[in-house]
């Protein structure tokens, strides 16, 4: 169950990071302001899922 977790830190980040860039293109084609910042701040926050899942990992294998 632990590495499904970690693992799913890594899926969070990757969702949160795909979704981030569709609504930034979509903003930039369409002008939207505020889309393109909600695209950027789901990319940072998909980023973020990563780097939690990549600490967790390091930490488990350091702990191994």
Known sequence: KQELEMNNE???????????AVKDA???ATGND????????????G?????????KDAFKKATE
């Open 10 to 20: 890594h899926v969070k980040g990757a969702a949160d990071k795909a979704k981030g």
């Open 47 to 55: 980023e973020a899922h990563k780097v939690a899942g990549d600490v």
């Open 26 to 28: 979509i903003g930039k």
């Open 34 to 45: 505020k889309m393109r910042v909600e695209g950027q701040y789901d990319k940072v926050k």
